[in-house]
């Protein structure tokens, strides 16, 4: 027979980091942002404090992973610029929010973990305290503006 044990439940918490020269031409910057034990990560928000502009239309994106330079949790190579040449201030970006959280599982998806042979470990889930890398990525072309973001991430603590 099945035991029960009630808790509290699941809660939210977010860490803040606000990078200034977030952006460097033909380069990546990585920003390091510790992620607790017992979470998963369901979303990155990214506000763009000022504008960002390139010099030519080209791409601006983001990896996430646990790893410097890593994406072993996301990554989009033009996720805030595909081809163009401004971000404007107060653009904002839900990075995972799409992907239902950190490689985790909407029960009402069409894809499930019901429809594995064996079901994949989150990637956006640790047991125990780590260090989450986020990584921007910006083409060759000469950045100006503000060129500062303000990240959010969000943490669900499961146990």
Do not use: W
Request: charged share 15%.
């Amino acid at each position: 027979m099945a035991t029960y044990k009630y808790g509290s439940g699941a809660v939210t918490a977010a860490k803040r980091v606000v990078v200034k020269d977030a952006f460097v031409q033909n380069s990546e910057v990585v920003i390091e942002v510790d992620q607790p034990a017992g979470t998963i990560l369901n979303d990155v928000i990214c506000r763009f404090i000022g504008n960002v502009t390139l010099g030519s239309a080209d791409d601006v994106g983001f990896e996430i992973g646990t790893s410097s330079s890593g994406n072993q949790i996301a990554k989009n190579v033009d996720g805030f610029l595909d081809n163009g040449t401004t971000i404007a201030a107060n653009s904002v970006y839900f990075l995972l929010r799409g992907n239902g959280g950190a490689n985790s599982v909407t029960a009402d998806a069409a894809d499930t973990t019901n429809d594995h042979t064996a079901a994949a470990a989150a990637g956006g889930y640790t047991d125990s305290d780590r260090t989450i890398f986020f990584t921007t990525i910006c083409a060759n072309q000469t950045v100006s503006g503000d060129n500062e973001i303000e990240l959010n991430f969000l943490f669900t603590h499961l146990n």
